[in-house]
Nanobody, 125 residues
Framework: QVQLVESGGGEVQSGGSLRLTCTAS????????MAWFRQAPGKEREGVAQ???????NYADSVKGRFTISHDNAKNIVSLQMSSLKPEDTAMYYC???????????????????WGQGTQVTVSS
C-alpha cells in the first residue's frame, strides 16, 4: 500500500512562492505517475499538475508558467514549486499517485489510486 505525505504548505503574500513536497512510501517499484490537486472551500477539486512516469508534465491553464512539478525518482519525492502566487491559489493541496507503471496523462482525479491527506496553502492579498 502506497502512502503519500505532503508538506510545505503555509501562508504567503500575493506574489510569493512556496514549494510543496510529497513523499511516497510503500511502493514496490517507485514508478508511479504523480499529480497535485487542490480544493478550495465550496469548490470542486481541481487538477493542478501531473508528471507521468516518462517525465512528461501537464498543467492546468490557471497555473501554467507559475507552477512546476518535478519528481525525484531515487527518493520518490514529487515537488510542486509555486511562484507568483495569487489569492485564488488558496486551497488544500493534495498529492496523488497512480499504480506502478500506470500510464496516466490526465488531471482527472478519478484516474489516481493513492491520495495524501493534504497541506493547506493560503495566499493573502
Amino acid at each position: 500500500q502506497v502512502q503519500l505525505v505532503e508538506s510545505g504548505g503555509g501562508e504567503v503574500q500575493s506574489g510569493g512562492s512556496l514549494r510543496l513536497t510529497c513523499t511516497a512510501s510503500g511502493s514496490q517499484y517507485n514508478t508511479h505517475p504523480m499529480a497535485w490537486f487542490r480544493q478550495a472551500p465550496g469548490k470542486e477539486r481541481e487538477g493542478v499538475a501531473q508528471i507521468a512516469t516518462d517525465g512528461i508534465t501537464n498543467y492546468a491553464d490557471s497555473v501554467k508558467g507559475r507552477f512546476t512539478i518535478s519528481h525525484d525518482n531515487a527518493k520518490n519525492i514529487v515537488s510542486l514549486q509555486m511562484s507568483s502566487l495569487k489569492p485564488e491559489d488558496t486551497a488544500m493541496y493534495y498529492c496523488a499517485a497512480g499504480l506502478d507503471f500506470e500510464v496516466i496523462r490526465t488531471l482527472v482525479g478519478d484516474a489516481y489510486t493513492y491520495w495524501g491527506q493534504g497541506t493547506q496553502v493560503t495566499v493573502s492579498s
